[in-house]
Nanobody, 123 residues
Framework: QAQLVESGGGLVQAGGSLRLSCEASGITFNWYYMAWFRQVSGQEREFVSGITANGGSTDYTDSVKGRFTISRDNVKNLVFLQMNRLKPEDTAVYFC????????????????WGQGTQVTVSS
């Protein structure tokens, strides 16, 4: 049974940093494009960043470019999101997701999701 488990969320002041982790099990991890999405209550889930199965290519939404870095460890079945220079508008629940599609930023393409981890950035 596939499972994605996020960790690393929390409360941080603006300008600070957090590192999110997602551990995958029950899937052939190195076959999957992995991504981070975020969602604010009442709004649609938003693509934040993604990384191809071999880790060779990454994608970012414009608002996080230069501040966030995605990476993965295909030996330990982990994907990370290093978030620097955090802003209050980064406050959201962050979700880890996996898709067998080669590459996608559309949440409906992702078949596996974690439970989410809250990130709160205070001003």
């Amino acid at each position: 049974q596939a499972q994605l488990v996020e960790s690393g969320g929390g409360l941080v002041q603006a300008g600070g940093s957090l590192r999110l982790s997602c551990e995958a099990s029950g899937i052939t991890f190195n076959w999957y494009y992995m991504a981070w999405f975020r969602q604010v209550s009442g709004q649609e889930r938003e693509f934040v960043s993604g990384i191809t199965a071999n880790g060779g290519s990454t994608d970012y939404t414009d608002s996080v470019k230069g501040r966030f870095t995605i990476s993965r460890d295909n030996v330990k079945n982990l994907v990370f999101l290093q978030m620097n220079r955090l802003k209050p508008e980064d406050t959201a629940v962050y979700f880890c997701a996996a898709t067998a599609n080669r590459r996608s930023t559309f949440w409906k393409d992702f078949g596996y999701w974690g439970q989410g981890t809250q990130v709160t950035v205070s001003s």
